[in-house]
């Protein structure tokens, strides 16, 4: 049986996965990157995972890793979310180890083409996937190619303003969309709705801090207020943006992935009205708008294992 | 000498030329497309054209089509600056005239291939083309692939909402980029600061409809205040949707054409400032405004005769 190894490097932890070609996680395992204070420590805990999940690492087909701010040479620049600063040549150290291919590319690009693999993207060559976390990600798919860009940083949807006296992002981006549409966001709009309206809301005890995604749905599922503004004026904004989206590439399907989609008919069902009603003439019916065909727990670590099928 | 035929269906005059492979229009010729009430009967005066500047039309390599609303599949579908309605199979019925390749696409998607071809996108294999004509239009290259989208109509940033508060453009979007940014735009951002302001200007003594583009920039240059703050205030915008444009396909490049350009540095100036100023840090320095490498008589017909060289 062909077997990759797909790593998803995030802020807090990094997950290593073996997966079959069928997009069968077989095994896998993880651990805490925030506590790795040097980067070459890092490269070496990054070894040992490997090493724990597969008999022999260099008996592997590829290993693919998903990373905030990779670029197209193999290199990390300048992550906001990770502790280590500059540009650290991950793929160039991690080689120094073991000897298989390594694809490195963006967390939101290695979705992307885990969708297109594994997912609900499988039938379709023109796509966006739009990844739902603490802030907001993206990866495009265009005639059947995932769009890097120049040096590999396209498709950063999550800073694309929609309104230059807006929000802004943690880059400084006024308005950028992930100031209201990602886990953060939506706590920021709870924070709005609480300034703009007096009307009783569980929230009104609730500190930002306290505030978690979950607790959003369930206060709108027991009909307050302040959660269904918040839900339809996110929904409002998301579906102008992806509206604003198709009008670049013309995807055939926008795929919605991550935490907030948990919330379910709260964010769709507002987000979907704004869609089509936002959509130019010539898109309207063209566009669908669906939800992640992959197992949320694993998405991350098959999409990165994605990358190593796609490319070898 | 192997040659192809160009085509430009515009609005007003339809443009013809033979053009060799090296990127030289022999010949040319043009008719009002106006003029032509019945979609047969323009068929037939397009393959006349095309007759009178070439020996034999059949012995052309092909020939490309850059249209409004050009479709992937050979047809332009119900385009606002023609005045034929429905879905016109303009491929198909040409074909049954001239026995050759024939290539249709979006007039701004030709402008596109022409600069990729002959133009200052040679080196480039990750691009933005906007052209500034009446309206707003543009064509995106990445991976050196133009990107259509599903159906032909990717690329649509004139519809590209910057403000959902914003003026309306001709299709109703709200914000639309080509109510600010394009000859149209720039006329009603003079009507705008003659209510914003109430500084003496030549444009109190001309209407909209007397207005001109040209009027603008020769103002501009004997330092009338409406004029110089219309020029900023469009390039602040344009800079701010250009920057935008770049978290999608991170381009390497993003050249600008068409009558606006004319204006040279009243509009580029403003516009690279902002621009510049508005892009995310990790795109600074990486990416080249230019203008366009072809010239303006011939270029839409360079541009759509490349599709013929970029197909066979």
Redesign the interface.
């Known amino acids: 049986m062909k077997l990759a190894v797909g790593i998803d490097i995030g802020g807090t932890i990094t997950k290593i996965g073996l997966v079959s070609e069928d997009g069968k996680c077989i095994k896998k395992t993880s651990f805490r990157t925030k506590e790795i204070n040097n980067f070459s420590d890092y490269i070496q805990e990054l070894y040992s995972s490997i090493e724990s999940i597969t008999d022999d690492p260099n008996s592997i087909c590829g290993i693919g890793i998903g990373a905030p701010?990779a670029s197209k040479n193999g290199t990390i620049?300048?992550p906001a979310n990770l502790k280590w600063e500059g540009k650290l040549n991950l793929v160039e150290e991690l080689k120094n180890k073991v000897n298989t291919e390594i694809f490195l590319s963006n967390d939101a690009n290695c979705a992307a083409v885990g969708e297109m693999m594994y997912g609900n993207a499988k039938d379709y060559k023109?796509f966006i996937v739009i990844t739902l976390g603490t802030g907001l990600g993206s990866g495009?798919v265009?005639?059947g190619?995932l769009?890097?860009?120049?040096?590999?940083?396209?498709?950063?949807?999550g800073?694309?303003?929609?309104?230059?006296m807006g929000r802004l992002t943690g880059?400084g981006?006024q308005g950028g969309l992930e100031a209201y549409v990602s886990a953060t966001g939506i706590k920021r709009t709870i924070m709005y709705m609480l300034s703009r309206y007096m009307n009783d809301s569980i929230f009104r005890g609730i500190s930002f801090n306290d505030l978690h995604g979950e607790d959003i749905t369930k206060a709108a599922e027991n009909n307050d207020f302040i959660a269904i503004k918040t839900f339809e004026y996110t929904g409002k904004i998301f579906g102008?943006a992806l509206?604003?989206?198709v009008?670049?590439?013309?995807?055939?399907a926008i795929i919605l992935t991550g935490g907030l989609v948990h919330s379910g008919k709260w964010i769709l069902e507002p987000t979907k009205k704004s869609f089509e009603q936002?959509l130019?003439?010539?898109?309207r019916g063209?566009?669908k708008l669906l939800t992640s065909g992959l197992e949320d727990k694993d998405s991350a670590i098959l999409g990165s294992a994605a990358l190593v099928w796609k490319n070898i």
């Open positions: 701010n620049e300048t023109d495009i265009s005639n190619m769009i890097e860009g120049f040096d590999g940083f396209a498709a950063e949807l800073h694309y303003s929609i309104n230059n880059l981006v102008e509206a604003n989206f009008s670049f590439t013309q995807p055939e936002n130019l003439p010539f898109y063209k566009v």
